[in-house]
């Protein structure tokens, strides 16, 4: 299970003492996109807002204001899997919102990565061609989307200013059921923790976590979409 993969390395649920704490979860339906595969990022209509509280009745996090003020908002939308008629490689993509209410302008550089529930740790856009991200691009349908590249840079504040991100993965099967995605940049805050099998003293940053659930045999179709299970705030 992915939760005992992390534990070598991360805090699982390791929330904030004080801060951050978890009040319900519950799982979403899973909704098919529109007729024209996705009219916008998916985002903002399927997606739940990291905010300092997670929101959309998916996981909800009760915090305190001065800390909610360090992060950057997050929306993440449902999981998709994509087949490329030309190579016959498949990819899991998901999209984004990222709006900053800090009080000051933000850098934004997101490490952001996934994680099987057999173990393996898949890079954003490792193994991805320019190719296919354009292809996904076009089949969205959104001309705000940014990949990993361009969404790189500063985030100004308010809604208006809002960036929206496209990440893309390499499926290299589709046997797991389990995914989580890891989001490493929305935060600067940190916890030092020693390494549960070193004893050495180690830096954890704050990521967003997202779990996803993909039962029986997922559809490359590009228009089906595979429910957020849980999401919370992870130190790893």
């Known amino acids: 299970m992915i939760s005992t993969f992390l534990s070598t390395f991360a805090l699982s649920s390791a929330l904030c003492p004080g801060v951050l704490m978890p009040v319900s979860a519950s799982v979403p339906s899973s909704s098919g996109a529109s007729s024209s595969g996705a009219s916008s990022s998916g985002a903002s209509s399927s997606g739940a807002s990291l905010s300092g509280a997670w929101t959309s009745?998916?996981?909800?996090?009760?915090t305190h204001a001065t800390v909610a003020a360090k992060d950057l908002d997050f929306t993440p939308s449902?999981?998709?899997?994509?087949?490329?008629?030309?190579?016959?490689?498949?990819?899991?993509?998901?999209t984004y919102d990222v709006v900053n209410n800090t009080g000051e302008d933000q850098r934004f550089a997101p490490r952001?990565?996934?994680?099987?529930?057999?173990g393996r740790i898949v890079r954003q856009g490792e193994g991805v061609s320019s190719e296919i991200t354009k292809?996904?691009?076009?089949?969205?349908?959104?001309?705000?989307?940014?990949?990993?590249?361009?969404?790189?840079?500063?985030?100004l504040q308010g809604k208006?200013?809002?960036?929206?991100?496209?990440?893309v993965f390499v499926a290299e099967d589709l046997d797991p059921t389990e995914l989580s995605v890891m989001v490493?940049?929305?935060?600067?805050?940190?916890?030092?923790?020693?390494?549960?099998k070193t004893g050495e003293l180690v830096t954890l940053r704050k990521n967003?976590?997202?779990?996803?659930?993909?039962?029986?045999?997922?559809k490359p179709s590009g228009t089906v979409t595979y429910p957020i299970v849980e999401q919370r705030w992870e130190f790893r």
């Open 57 to 62: 009745g998916v996981v909800a996090l009760a």
């Open 78 to 94: 449902e999981l998709r899997l994509w087949r490329d008629p030309e190579s016959g490689k498949h990819f899991w993509y998901m």
């Open 112 to 118: 952001i990565e996934l994680l099987v529930d057999d």
């Open 135 to 155: 292809a996904l691009k076009e089949f969205l349908g959104n001309e705000l989307l940014e990949d990993q590249f361009e969404i790189l840079g500063t985030v």
């Open 160 to 167: 208006e200013h809002a960036k929206s991100g496209l990440v």
């Open 184 to 196: 490493q940049g929305l935060s600067r805050e940190t916890e030092k923790k020693p390494h549960p």
């Open 208 to 218: 967003a976590r997202v779990d996803y659930l993909v039962p029986g045999d997922p």
